[in-house]
T-cell receptor, first 110, second 114 residues
Framework: QQPVQSPQAVILREGEDAVINCSSS?????VHWYRQKHGEAPVFLMI?????EQKGHEKISASFNEKKQQSSLYLTASQLSYSGTYFC???????????FGAGTILRVKS | DTEVTQTPKHLVMGMTNKKSLKCEQH?????MYWYKQKAKKPPELMFV???????INESVPSRFSPECPNSSLLNLHLHALQPEDSALYLC?????????????FGPGTRLTVL
């Protein structure tokens, strides 16, 4: 079952912050975040496992609320290079299968 | 090295042609994947190979035929495709049994079916 991402699109100015959410109606084992630029492969950002972990990667961090089955990706002090489509991929059990959300288009303007 | 390579980058084929997409990784991963991605849509899983055995087939039409000749190579054989099969085909790999099984994607092959 496809997770639901929100918002569908967001436009920021450099230096502004953004939050992207990923929700599931089913219990999740893990949430995987990727960024894809136009015409390129999805690039792995981070994984969140059930247990409410919060992970960080430079100015990008994420959390996973197991009670709500929701993950949030936080982008702080956005840079032009952050532009792209962000996908969350969810796994309902330990294994190989990921189901991706519809994506959130992020555009950072100077 | 977290690189997955795919060839060709672009492929144009007619509906009666037979062609193959190739994927290679040298990360020692033992799980490999084929995804299909239409424009402005998320990647959709097609096949998963784990330890060179097909473990997941997401009800993909038989005109797509995957093959895993060894642990670092993955092929997708194409035959009698339809124009609606035009898409970006992504290959990915991961290490099964190694939590939390991060998948690394290749750059994709952009396929156009005429």
């Amino acid at each position: 079952q496809q997770p639901v991402q929100s918002p569908q699109a967001v436009i920021l100015r450099e230096g502004e912050d953004a939050v992207i959410n990923c929700s599931s109606s089913k219990a999740l084992y893990s949430v995987h975040w990727y960024r894809q630029k136009h015409g390129e492969a999805p690039v792995f950002l981070m994984i969140l496992l059930k247990g409410g972990e919060q992970k960080g990667h430079e100015k990008i961090s994420a959390s996973f609320n197991e009670k709500k089955q929701q993950s949030s990706l936080y982008l702080t002090a956005s840079q032009l290079s952050y532009s792209g489509t962000y996908f969350c991929g969810t796994a309902r059990e330990y294994g190989n299968k990921l189901v991706f959300g519809a994506g959130t288009i992020l555009r950072v303007k100077s | 090295d977290t690189e997955v390579t795919q060839t060709p980058k672009h492929l144009v084929m007619g509906m009666t042609n037979k062609k193959s997409l190739k994927c290679e990784q040298h990360m020692g991963h033992r799980a490999m994947y084929w995804y299909k991605q239409k424009a402005k849509k998320p990647p959709e899983l097609m096949f998963v190979y784990s330890y060179e055995k097909l473990s997941i087939n997401e009800s993909v039409p038989s005109r797509f035929s995957p093959e895993c000749p060894n642990s670092s190579l993955l092929n997708l054989h194409l035959h009698a495709l339809q124009p609606e099969d035009s898409a970006l085909y992504l290959c990915a790999s991961s290490q099964p049994g190694q939590r939390p099984f991060t998948q690394y994607f290749g750059p994709g092959t952009r396929l156009t079916v005429l």
